[in-house]
């Protein structure tokens, strides 16, 4: 079977998407396992199917690494928006996407010529930042009151053996933010090495994360740098995909946390850096939005074998 992709990124968030209004797709969960594999199938941070919705423009998928199904992704809906614009299935300035953490308002900011329509940057507003433990879902006990919320906001946490402190956001998926201001200890990739954002060893940290029993879906785990009051840097850790270039639920959390813990302002641009690149996350308490560039890298026809 064979079957046709487009390799697209946001931010150096990179995924491998299927259009599903010409083509039917199965097996997704293995696909995504047997494609993202960057030596062995085309490559990428997962893969994402672009569906037929009955209440959008279009239904968002995405599959990790191992096959999981994520709810959200931030940097993925840019790139469908940007697909459905540039193949002409949905034309317009503004698009719906819907996710399995709701419909998603796109805003798109294009490059039109004679010849052809480009999206370049989009603006999608991602709802409101959930602070609730049940609804994040974290086990954690809220320890402070923030938009009439009860909430876990730098709340001291011990796993493997370091302390450190951390504060739990939802944005469609669960987060939890740790400031390097607060950490005590941490592993580093080298021992003698200064505890900075650079230093840290993810590859060991992020997986006690993620499948720590505090968070009963797992949790995707940012550790982040303050800056000044409109910027912060970032590191993440994916659930399902390991540390990657970029994560737009996870810098949009990040900002609500620096909010909620008043590093930031509510309703600035605040600018996150990240390894891929960055964005623009703008915080208030009805929604959270956030701004970044898609590019197309590449398309092709793929051969799906079965034995």
């Given at each position: 079977m064979k079957l046709s992709f487009v390799k697209m990124q946001g931010c150096g968030n990179d995924y491998i998407y299927f259009d599903c209004f010409k083509q039917a797709v199965n097996e997704p969960e293995k696909l995504a396992v047997t494609l993202s594999d960057r030596h062995f199938g085309i490559?990428?941070?997962?893969?994402?199917?672009?569906?037929?919705?009955?209440?959008?423009?279009?239904?968002?998928?995405?599959?990790?690494?191992?096959?999981?199904?994520?709810?959200m992704c931030g940097n993925a809906i840019r790139c469908v928006a940007k697909y459905l614009y540039e193949s002409g299935l949905a034309q317009r300035s503004e698009l719906m996407i819907e996710t399995l953490s709701g419909v998603k308002r796109i805003a798109l900011q294009t490059l039109?010529?004679?010849?052809?329509?480009?999206?370049?940057?989009?603006?999608?507003?991602?709802?409101?930042?959930?602070?609730?433990?049940?609804?994040?879902?974290?086990?954690?006990?809220?320890?402070?009151?923030?938009?009439?919320?009860?909430?876990?906001?730098?709340k001291p946490f011990e796993i493997g053996g370091d302390d450190f402190r951390?504060?739990?956001?939802?944005?469609?998926?669960?987060?939890?933010v740790v400031f390097m201001q607060n950490i005590k200890k941490a592993?580093?990739?080298?021992?003698?090495?200064k505890l900075c954002l650079a230093n840290l060893d993810l590859l060991?940290?992020?997986?006690?994360?993620?499948?720590?029993?505090?968070f009963p879906e797992s949790v995707n785990t940012e550790f982040?740098?303050?800056?000044?009051?409109?910027?912060?840097?970032?590191?993440?850790?994916?659930?399902?995909?390991?540390e990657t270039l970029a994560c737009g639920t996870g810098a949009c959390a990040a900002v609500a946390a620096a909010v909620a813990c008043s590093y930031c302002k509510e309703g600035d641009d605040i600018t996150v850096h990240l390894k891929g690149g960055d964005l623009a996350v703008n915080f208030s308490a009805s929604r959270v939005m956030m701004?970044?560039?898609?590019?197309?890298?590449?398309?092709?026809?793929?051969?799906i074998v079965q034995y």
């Open positions: 490559g990428g941070d997962g893969l994402v199917l672009i569906l037929p919705s009955d209440c959008a423009d279009a239904k968002m998928r995405m599959f990790n690494i191992d096959g999981s199904e994520g709810k039109d010529d004679a010849e052809r329509k480009i999206c370049v940057r989009a603006k999608v507003d991602m709802g409101a930042a959930i602070f609730e433990a049940g609804l994040i879902p974290t086990i954690l006990e809220p320890n402070k009151v923030f938009l009439s919320r009860r909430a876990v906001l730098d951390v504060t739990c956001v939802s944005m469609g998926n669960p987060h939890a592993p580093l990739i080298d021992s003698n090495a060991d940290i992020g997986p006690k994360f993620e499948k720590n029993p505090a982040v740098e303050v800056i000044s009051v409109k910027e912060l840097s970032m590191r993440v850790w994916e659930r399902g995909s390991g701004t970044g560039g898609c590019e197309k890298a590449f398309e092709g026809v793929v051969d």
